[in-house]
Structures are given as C-alpha cells and as structure tokens.
C-alpha cells in the first residue's frame, strides 16, 4: 500500500508526429488537456478537439465534458506532413464502492469492493490518509475517541489524471457494539408462494446488522441480507401457510471477529375450519420467552391462554352463515410480540331447528287466514306451507316469507281444511312439521220452528287446547246481539225468533288456555226467517177493551198495507201501519154484524212480498 498526496503530476504526452504535446491523454470526464507546442516557431497552427472538421484555431486548452475516445488534430500550413495527432480517452468518473464498518473501541473497517479503479485514495478524516490498489484488504482504522467523522474515497485510473470521482461516508464511532432490538413481526399474506411478512425493529445507525432466518426452527439460521432500511423489514415470496420463520439480527465486529445477536422471534403457522356450531384455530410456531398466546377474532380479543403447549382454541360462540377471521398473538414475555396472518370461515350448523307450535287459523270473507308463533331465537328465511282437504295426506301448497299466509282456494262449508308448517332457518336446516292446525268449519240449518242447528268441527292448532267455545250472533248491520258460551261442545240450537232479527249471522269463536287468550272464527252461517202474519177471523168492537180492533200481527215488516172491504166490494177501511187496526165503523158509522173481506200486503226487510186475504167476522156483543 502506498501513501499519496492529492495532486496531478504534469507528465507530458508527445503526438504522432512529435509537434505538440499533452498534459494528460487519460482521466476522468470533464478532462481539461493543455498542449504545448514544440519546434516550428512561428507557423500557423490550428486544431480539432472532436474530429468534426470544424478546427478550433490556435486554441491550447480544451476540456472534454464527455465520456468517450478522442483525436485531437493539428493542422500546420506550409509543412509536409501538413497534420499530426494524439488520442485522448475519457472515462466515467464512477464513484468507488465500498462498505464502512463500525467497531467497538472506535474502530472502523473499510471493505473496498470496487472493481472500476486500479487504486484508491482514502482520507480517514482525522488527517490521516491511504493509498491502497484494488484488492487489498485494508486494515482498521482507530480514531481513538468517539466522535463523528468523514471518510471519503477516490478512485483513481493507473496512467490517468487524478480527477475522478470520491464517495463520502459520514460515520459516528462506538466504544461498544449495540445489539438490535427486534420490537414485533406480523404475517401480512398467507400463501404457499407469495406469502410475506413485516419485521419490526429498531437499529444503531452506525452499525451494520444483517438479517438472519430460520425455517421451522429456531436453529440453523441463514443469512438473508444486510438490513438497510431502518426500522421495518418486509420479506416476501414465502411459504407462510406451511411453514414457520424465525429471526434474528447479528452484528459482527469485524475487526475483532466477535458477534451479537437480537432476541429471536418466529411467525405463526394459523389454520382455521369452521365445523358443526364452532370455528376451530390451530396453530404452529415456536415458543420462545413465552408469555401467552391472545386469541383475536375481528379484531376483538376473545381469549387468552396461558398454556404454551396448548395449539388449538374452539369457538363455539357463533352464528351460522356469519364469516368470521382470527388471528392469534403469541406475546414474549422479553416484550415482543408475534402476530399470525388472518384465516377467515363462515359458520355453520346443522342443527334442526325447533317446530312451530303455536298456530291459529281463521275463516275470514270465505279464506282461511293463518298466522303462527316464531320459535323463540330463531330467524326463519322461509316457511313451507303444507294442507290436507277432508282428511286427505297433506301436500305442499305454497312456499311464504313471513309469518301469515291466506289461502282463498277452498270451499266452504263443504270441505274441511288442516294446514301443517316447516321453517328453513338463516342456516339453510328445515324444522319438523308443526302440528295441525284446522280452523273451526260451521254448519247449520233453519228448523220448521224457527230454531237455529249448529254444529262445527273442533278447532286445532294450540298446544294448550281449547278453553271453550262461544256462539256469536249478528244481525244484519253487524251488531253483536248476543254472545253465549257453551264450554267444548260441538252443537248448539238457537231460539232465532227471541233475537228480534230477520236475518242473523251466527259465528264460532274458539278461545284458548293461554294466560294471554289466542282466538280463533268459524265461517259465517246466515240465517233469513221468514216474514210472520198473524190476523184473527173474528173481532168485537164493543169498546170493552178485548178485541175491539181488527189488526194484523207479526215479525219482520218493513212495509205494510190492509184493506177491508163489504159484502158489496166496497173498500171501507186502509191502513199502511200494522199498529193502527179497524175498528168496525166506515165514515164514523158502526158496520153491522158481518163477515167482511180483507187483504194484507207486506214487504219484509229482504225486500220479499207477502199477502194474506180472507175474510174476518164482525160480532157486537
């Protein structure tokens, strides 16, 4: 190794022809050449620096800014040869390359690795300096006391100008080596190939650390590179769904060959597979320092283990058809921590979720309406609705979204209905059949004695039963005219001339044993009774208080009209009131003892017309 001083030493280069001569003919760009003439004194001499045919004129002094091979051409007039030359080549001024080290006890390592220069200058920066060719190791450097310090190194080309370029390396010496201090490592992608992670630590600047890794192990560590980046580190193309990594930091001083490491930290292996009612994680990794491991899901911690042997947790708080991602944390007890990527599943079950049991049917406006009870916690996405006529097997019949459903293709009273209902629930599983619910179906008929027959069939659909039955009667504007209970049975006979309506409906209504009583309606049986006419064939207008009038009684008129007439034909009486009677005179003059002839008229409130005629016997005793 030589020592040398920084400055260019004035050689001179003869041309071609001997005429002139160069100071430099190789260095580094830009490269300022000076000629200098010799003999021939007092010709005219020109020159060409660039061979582009334009001459320069007597100009000595020129500067290539270019990398590149130069001829400079001479030109003198009157001389045989007329022209000489010299080549000049100019390099890339490329700055060295070279790596600088810290040591302890404020040592420095310099490794030149550079390959473009034959020698290099290098200033230490505290006044002392070397020279060093290619290849040769050079030795530490000892600056004796901390402190900050600039190194620079110029590379220089054998049998060239001294101009090229110099690389500045600003260092802070150490007393001591300081290990790196790896805060957390989190898996970013999982993936057989392309997997990656993300390495946080803190590092000395003036240190150089190298990152060194292990696969399934904590042992047996590879160098990865030399860290450059000074507080994350991103590794990527790994297999981090199969295998495991572990770090560490190394820092070598190599001046003395000694070593340091960081603490180690290795990723998580994380597997999760939803299964019937629970998300099952299971892990691999290696447990170093272990403190305990926090299991995450959506990013909520929902369990923390102790247990360092134990690689698997169960999840048994979820919904079915609902995704859930985990991760899992291992935490060191010397503060670092470990984060595994994020696996995701959606739940599911295949549980048969409850049957409905509550369910009341009703005939409304000639369809049934049916609504039912949800099973408590349960979301059903869709009912299937199923139905049997006169005891027939039921068959599917429509397919619903909420909780009612109306079917209006039915004939009744003539057939009898039973609906039975199944659910889909949010996990796609169908419940059991419900129990049959068949809604109350009324019959009757008008006896010859203006007595109503009822009879219905037993109502279904509650799980408590059938408190009772009531009978309810309605006229023809709708007004409830009487209400009788009659407890579980399934007739009833009703006295319709006592409800002083023409045209009745009668209805059952089913009450249940709930604490909170469930109803349910029967069709409607309408009943219309005919008008009634009662007239006496004998009458005495004696004034004695009995039978003085001649009147028409009766139910159910809404108009009315009698006439009486003599003998003779003659019209002697009309009244349109069936309160106002004849009393046996015509033109304020008593009739005689006879039999007259009447005709009564009536229209009842269906608008039906109705006559009786005869003849009536007038007596006055």
């Not at 134990?310 to 991602?325: A, E, L």
């Not at 309810?472 to 504007?477: A, G, I, Q």
Request: hydrophobic content about 35%; some cysteine.
């Amino acid at each position: 190794m030589l020592w040398l001083p920084h400055h260019n030493t004035l050689a001179q280069h003869a041309s071609a022809g001997g005429r002139f001569e160069a100071d430099y003919i190789k260095g580094c760009a830009p490269l300022t050449v000076n000629i200098t003439q010799v003999g021939l004194p007092g010709l005219t001499r020109t020159y060409d620096y660039d061979r582009d045919g334009l001459f320069e004129g007597n100009l000595t002094t020129y500067t290539f800014t270019a990398p590149g091979t130069y001829t400079i051409l001479e030109i003198v007039a009157n001389q045989i040869p007329r022209a000489d030359s010299i080549t000049i080549e100019v390099i890339e001024p490329l700055e060295p390359e070279y790596t600088v080290r810290n040591c302890a006890n404020n040592n420095v390592k310099i490794d030149i690795t550079d390959t473009y220069y034959d020698r290099f200058f290098i200033d230490f920066g505290d006044g002392t300096n070397l020279t060093v060719n290619r290849g040769d190791n050079v030795p530490p450097h000892n600056y004796g006391v901390p402190n900050s310090y600039t190194i620079t190194v110029r590379g220089i080309m054998n049998g060239a100008n001294d101009n090229c370029a110099e690389r500045i390396v600003n260092i802070n010496t150490v007393n001591n080596l300081v290990p790196a201090s790896i805060n957390s490592l989190n898996v970013t992608t999982i993936d057989p190939g392309t997997g990656s992670l993300v390495l946080s630590y803190s590092l000395n600047p003036d240190i150089v650390y190298e990152l060194e890794q292990a696969v399934n192990e904590a042992q047996n560590f590879q160098m990865v590179e030399v860290l450059t980046e000074p507080t994350l580190k991103i590794v990527e193309n790994l297999n981090t769904q199969d295998n495991y990594y572990c770090y560490r930091i190394r820092a070598t001083d190599v001046c003395s060959a000694t070593t340091i490491y960081s603490d180690t930290i290795c990723s998580i292996v994380l597997d999760a597979v939803a299964q019937d009612n629970n998300n099952s994680i299971s892990w691999t990794t290696e447990n170093l320092n272990f403190s305990n491991y926090t299991v995450i899901r959506d990013n909520n911690p929902i369990s923390v283990i102790n247990n360092a042997a134990q690689t698997r947790y169960d999840d048994s708080n979820v919904i079915c058809n609902q995704d859930y991602c985990y991760q899992l944390v291992n935490n060191y007890a010397n503060g670092l921590i470990s984060t595994s990527g994020q696996q995701c599943v959606t739940a599911f079950s295949t549980d048969i979720p409850d049957p409905i049991q509550e369910i009341t049917s009703s005939v409304v406006n000639n369809e049934i309406n049916i609504t039912w009870d949800i099973p408590a916690n349960e979301t059903p996405a869709r009912y299937f609705i199923r139905k049997s006529v006169n005891n027939e097997p039921s068959a599917p019949v429509d397919t619903v979204d909420s909780n009612n459903y109306i079917d209006n293709d039915v004939n009744i009273p003539a057939n009898t209905y039973c609906y039975n209902i199944s659910y889909e629930d949010q996990c796609g599983n169908t419940s059991l059949l419900s129990p049959a619910t068949c809604p109350i179906i009324l019959t009757g008929s008008l006896e010859s004695n203006n007595q109503v027959s009822l009879t219905w069939t037993d109502y279904q659909g509650w799980s408590m039963g059938v408190n009772q039955y009531f009978v309810d009667v309605f006229d023809n504007e709708g007004n409830l005219l009487g209400s009788v209970p009659v407890g579980n049975t399934l007739s009833f006979l009703d006295d319709a001339l006592a409800r002083g309506s023409q045209i009745l409906f009668y209805q059952i209504r089913a009450v249940s044993n709930d604490a909170t009583p469930r109803e349910s309606v029967s069709n409607i049986f309408r009943v219309q009774l005919e008008v009634l006419i009662f007239l006496p064939n004998a009458f005495t207008p004696n004034g004695d208080g009995l039978n003085d009038f001649f009147e028409a009684k009766g139910l159910f008129f809404q108009s009315f009209s009698m006439k009486i007439f003599n003998r003779w034909g003659e019209l002697i009486f009309v009244s349109d009131n069936a309160d106002v009677g004849w009393d046996g005179t015509f033109n304020g003059k008593l009739m005689p003892e006879a039999t007259y002839v009447y005709r009564v008229d009536v229209t009842d409130f269906t608008g039906l017309k109705s006559s009786r005629s005869g003849g009536v016997l007038l007596l006055r005793k």
